[in-house]
């Protein structure tokens, strides 16, 4: 007998379903603007100048046995370091948490299998929009999502008063996802003032921060300023969850190497939370890739490869926001009857360009630019070779 013919076919993945399309598209002038991969101005994934000497000093010191505490212990602690502040009291204190993950995903993944067993009756607040996968995390973690409002769809900004009512309206103690920066897919962040007065809010509501930082660097270039909200955050006493991923701003995609991490109020409470997360990835995969945790344990506890990194980085961050300046340059010199301001005021990744999922589908049938149906565009994917030809498809379906 068969078993399996009632298993119908999952349903299509928004930003995955993308990328599947530009693949088998034989135009020479097809645009990948989908999936958030950085891309350099020829078009090509990198691979960072860090990441390779870093493969030099590495080479041959792979542990054959899962991997060693004292190397994922060290990715933990550059890897919180490098979000809350090297100074962070919390950290000597050993105040916090911390387990390496599979990216930013199993990051996400393991919080909410964790808030499930632990906080059985609670939901998570997610922005409207957010990322797509967000929904699927905590749905299969048994999670109930709700929502709250992040984007103006009008003035394509902040929709702050909303999001603000949303937060008081909440039962206190609420859990809520926060995009510490860059956030995806609209490239709109909460200025410092406006994060001061989250942050204020969440003290009165009790509610839990759950920040989800898969662009630190991205937004301004500069780790710091991006981690900007979470340490306001820090300042102000929250106990903070943090999901961490090096894929995009060290470009290790396919190493899947990421960092969760809860803050606790003491040690022996710490001590108790590492147990309950290790518990659960036991079950899940035992231990996670070595390689990347190597790579990335080595570049941020090696001075000379952190700067570079830095510096490499900053390269990155610069060539998005060029391609942002160049692209709506290019549609008002085509005489664009719109106002594209906002795809320079966004920030990292993404541009939430507005356009309707009509004129993306034009876009794609007509042009061969692929992206997601809710117009986001991953200026990553946009090149000098190619922004004319897309400025003038944008303005043709926008006209
Ligand atoms: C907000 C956010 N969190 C976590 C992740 C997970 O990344 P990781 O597991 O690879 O570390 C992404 C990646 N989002 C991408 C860039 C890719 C994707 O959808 O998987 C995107 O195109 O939105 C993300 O945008």
Redesign the pocket.
Known sequence: IDWWDHVGHAPKDP??SVTEAFLSDTSPNKINL????YRDDDGRPVVLQCVRDGEVKIAGTEFLESVSASVSSKLVEESVKLIYGKEADFIKEGRFAGVQA?????A?RLFAEFQRRFYPQSRIYLPIP?????HNIWRDAQVPGRTFHYYHPDSKGLHFAALMDDIKNAPDRSFFLL?PCAH??TGVDPTEEQWREISNLFKVKNHFPFF?M??QGFASGDLDKDAKAIRIFLEDGHLIGC?Q????NMGL?GH?V?CLSVLCVDAKQAVAIKSQLQHITRAMYSSPPVHGILLVSTILSDPHLKELWKKELKVMANRIHRMRSTLHESLKKLGSPLNWDHMTNQVG??CFSGLSPDQVNRLVKEFHIYMTYDGRI?MAGVTTSNVSYLANAIHEVTK
């Open positions: 930003i995955m989908g999936v958030g991969a599979l990216s930013g995903t199993g996400c957010t990322w797509s996968n967000h995009h995806n897919p989800d898969a662009y999901a991923s090096f894929a995009k995609y899947r990421g990744m993404f991953s």
